[in-house]
């Protein structure tokens, strides 16, 4: 009996219906596809056409063995038990046991690729690998959880407003590995085993990959689902934001204040609901008069605009009656088509109808790109369903519970492709949610709408690490958050001034949020309009704090060679410029569990300071020598120092030579 074929240098394997297929995709990289009754599927959700490998060998050695080898990952696979199913094993080039899926368990009759279907659709999946004792798993996104290592952790796959889920991970066990599949799911890394799950999806679809360091790892994935195009200039300085200018000359006359100061700005932004309804995609003339002189002035001033794009379409939006009757929305399975209510019931555009990205384009383009605008704020990116009712909905590629987290992948490549089409060089945009393979649109996500208080500040650094192990190393927060902070109150003052002193660290520096107490804002008709929050420029929040503002925005000009050349990185390699300890020291066992601390790139060690009155920093130093920037101290590596704080000074040292 012939379990195995090899076609080229894929290796075939089919039995009771099921056909497995496992190919090299890229260096030291493989890609396992399984099916069944019928062919494996070429599904291009987030991997592009495979880097070629000349290190490649597929063969069958017996029967019941066979292989498929590439650079530096092997798959063994075995025809096991009674049942004869394909066990794969992965292992590197030094023949250890990277990562391998559980077995039957001799009369427990167990399947490691259950496909249990649903009566007249498709299936629920699950996907089962032996758990390893003392492995570290790290990326798989944006969780708001105090966590680096997810080791011992149940993930929801799914997006919610200040949740990305990327599906890829870092093991400490020299593998990557990404789920391959956009389905509504789960993932446990128990001890025991790891458990992937997908809700409803039409096959199984995995990569995994072998590298010496994680930044191997990150490199081959990149090569896999995309690099980032490089980030433009304007990105490496201070971005100013807020909710929200309301109106055109309150936003220049923020940005002429900065001039007069002589301080730092490369962006100002233009928040949400300066439209007439969303889905208008347009200025609201009575609020922004002349969008064309506003973008004028910025520029001559050297700021961009950043304008607040929402893919929500009111049912009162003079575009919502059109892209109704074309299918260009989303739609509801069943009930009233509305998928969000706030201000207006509105339904999100079906940024996976190539139809809809093109119409949208169109009056983006003639409404802001014309004017001069190049950077977007692509906000509700997940997109943010009321309820996340993922169930409820069907987009033009499948249901939400089947392909709906490739929602803002789609929703990054509308703008991305516009703009490249428009003669743009290197699109980045803001968006609130990433997928696998979003990098390569130019996203550049934010943390969401996260609370102004000391538990989110310190789950932020664990975001901003694990997104960027992930793949998506473009990244930033709402520096001090986003809801509840007060601009007057000195708690949350010193939050602020402790979070602006992160963001100098960060890969974008933005200053964001809904300060309270909230402004009122009326039409000249005497209509209400949406709420404007408080002042949020670094001269609102009093004399203490203004000078170390305004010493964290030079020093960050003074680092722009050095982020420059991270982002040159990322761009080349795929490299994260937020650096777990454990990315950048694999070696140094006392880093794997390391989460309070982190490397901006490979010379700056950064100690945020993430608790209420503290003014002094206890931390870990990696084998080297190390200068403390503020002081100009050294220090020996492979030890803990406790280095002083004042609410002016962020811990960090500099790695010598």
Known sequence: MEFFEINGSQLIWRNSGETLVIEPWGPDSLRVRSVLMGDVRDDRFALLDPVPCEDVETAVTDETHAFVRCGKITAQVEVRGWKQKAHITFVNQHHQVLLEETDGENALVLNARKFEPHLGGDYALTATFKGEDGEHIYGMGQYQEECLDWKGCNLELAHRNSQASVPMYISSRGYGFLWHNPAIGSVSFCNNRTVWHADTTKQLDYWVTAGDQPADISLNYARATGFPPMMPEYGLGFWQCKLRYWNQEQLLEVAREYKRRNLP?????????????????????????????????????????????????????????????????????????????????????????????????????????????????????EPEYGTYDFKAYRYHIGTNQQVGNVWPQYYARLFYEGMKEAGQENPVNLLRCAWAGSQRYGALVWSGDIMSDWSYFRRQVCAGISMGVAGIPWWTTDIGGFHAGVTKDPAFRELLVRWFQWGCYCPVMRLHGDRQPSEAVYRKDGTRVLNSGSDNEVWSFGEEAYPILVKYLNRREELRDYVRGLMQEAHEKGTPLLRGMFYAFPDDEKCAVMQDQYMFGSRYLV????????????????????????TGKTYEGRQTITVPAPLDVIPVLEKVG
Request: proline fraction near 6%; hydrophobic fraction near 45%.
């Open 265 to 381: 700005i490369d962006v100002i932004v233009c928040d949400f609901f300066h439209w007439p309804h969303m889905g208008d995609y347009r200025f609201d003339p009575e609020f922004f008069p002349d969008p064309a002189a506003m973008v004028k002035e910025l520029k001559e001033m050297g700021i961009e605009l950043m304008v607040s794009v929402w893919p929500q379409v009111a049912l009162t939006s003079e575009n919502y009656p059109e892209m109704l009757q074309q299918g260009l929305l989303v739609r509801a399975e069943y009930g009233e088509q509305i998928g969000m209510r706030f201000v207006e019931d509105s339904m999100f555009f079906d940024a996976t109808n190539p139809r809809a990205r093109k119409y949208v384009w169109k009056k983006i383009k003639k409404n802001y790109y014309d004017y001069g605008i190049r950077v977007f704020w692509l906000d509700e990116a």
């Open 607 to 630: 100690a945020p300071v993430m608790e209420a009155g503290v003014r002094e920093r206890t931390l870990y130093l990696p084998a080297g020598t190390w200068k403390d920037v503020e």
